[in-house]
C-alpha cells in the first residue's frame, strides 16, 4: 500500500469512528425515477411486488393503480400504501417497501481508481466514502480531484479539490457531501519517457511527471548531473517528427550562464550528452 492509499484509508476509518450512526440509511433516501422497488403486503401474497419507478415518478400496483412516489423515503411511501389500503380494502395493513435498486441517484467516479463506475447515492455519503466504495486510489492519482455537479436548470459547475489537503492536512471542509449525478473524476498523473545516455552519472530511463514543462536540465538533474567528461555545449536531443528523426543540438552552457532559455523536452525524446575531448 503506497502513502497516499494509506492516508486515505486512515481517514476512513477516522471518519466512520466520529460519525454518527445514522441506521437504515436507505429510509433517508428520497425515492426517485428508474429505482426498483419491492412492496410486500403482509398476508396478501397477491399484492406483493417488484416493480420500477417510472419517469415520472409514479409506480402501478395491484388495486392501487398508479400512485406517485418520487420525492418519498420508504417510511412515508409504507405509510402511504397502508393509508391508500385500508381506505377500501383492508382493515390493518402491513406493508414493507425495500428498494433494490438505486438508480435514481447514481454518482459516477471516474480517474485514478480501482473500480470506477457508477455508484448507488444512498444517504448523506462523503466525498472520502465514495472514493473508498469505488475501491481507492490507484498509484496514478495526482493531487486533484475535479467534481462536476449536474443541477436541475441544466446548468453544471466543477470544483478543484487538492488530494493532499484533504488527505495529508485532512481539511474536513474538502470531504464534501455529494449529491446524485455528481461526477468525482480523479486526475491520473501524467509522465513523460525521456532517455538519458552518455556522460551523466545515472544513464537510461527516465520517467518525469509532466507537472509543467519537463527541461533538458530538470531531466540532466534527475540523471544525476553531468559527469565531469561531459561536453555541455553539443548535448544532442533525438526526437522522431511524423516518423522521421530530427537532431537538436543544445549548448547548455549558454542556458546555464541565461543566455538561452532552457529546452523543453517531449515525450520519448532522447538525450545524449558527448565526451569531451580534453
Known amino acids: ?55 415520472d415518478g409514479s ?48 454518482v459516477s467516479v471516474i480517474g485514478a481508481v480501482k473500480n470506477p463506475g457508477n455508484y448507488e447515492l444512498v444517504g448523506r455519503q462523503t466525498l472520502l466514502q465514495m472514493i473508498s466504495i469505488a475501491g481507492g486510489l490507484t498509484e496514478a492519482a495526482s493531487d486533484r480531484i475535479v467534481i462536476i455537479r449536474q443541477y436541475k436548470n441544466g446548468k453544471s459547475a466543477s470544483l478543484v479539490i487538492n488530494l493532499d489537503e484533504l488527505m495529508l492536512k485532512g481539511n474536513p471542509k474538502l470531504n464534501i457531501p455529494l449529491q446524485a449525478a455528481d461526477i468525482i473524476n480523479i486526475s491520473v498523473e501524467r509522465y513523460l519517457d525521456i532517455y538519458v545516455f552518455g556522460q551523466v552519472k545515472k544513464p537510461g530511463h527516465i520517467k518525469m511527471k509532466k507537472d509543467g514543462n519537463v527541461t533538458l536540465l530538470r531531466v540532466i538533474a534527475q540523471a544525476g548531473g553531468f559527469s565531469e567528461r561531459a561536453r555541455k555545449s553539443s548535448v544532442l536531443i533525438k526526437r ?39
Open 240 to 278: 522522431k517528427v511524423n516518423g522521421k528523426e530530427m537532431k537538436i543540438k543544445i549548448n547548455v552552457k549558454k542556458i546555464l550562464r541565461g543566455k538561452r532559455k532552457d529546452f523543453i523536452l517531449e515525450n520519448n525524446d532522447i538525450v545524449h550528452v558527448p565526451e569531451s575531448m580534453l
Open 59 to 106: 409506480i402501478v400496483t395491484p388495486l392501487l393503480g398508479n400512485i406517485n412516489v418520487a420525492g418519498l423515503s420508504r417510511f412515508q411511501l409504507e405509510k402511504k400504501l397502508v393509508k391508500l389500503l385500508e381506505k377500501n380494502y383492508l382493515k390493518s395493513a402491513q406493508v414493507t417497501v425495500f428498494i433494490k435498486e438505486y438508480q435514481s441517484k447514481l
Open 1 to 55: 500500500m503506497n502513502f497516499k492509499n494509506f492516508l486515505f484509508m486512515f481517514f476512513i476509518f477516522t471518519s466512520f469512528i466520529f460519525s454518527v450512526d445514522q441506521g437504515d440509511k436507505s429510509y433517508s433516501y428520497s425515492i426517485g425515477p428508474k429505482d426498483l422497488l419491492t412492496i410486500n403486503v403482509f398476508e396478501v401474497p397477491e399484492l406483493n411486488i417488484t416493480v420500477r419507478v417510472s419517469e
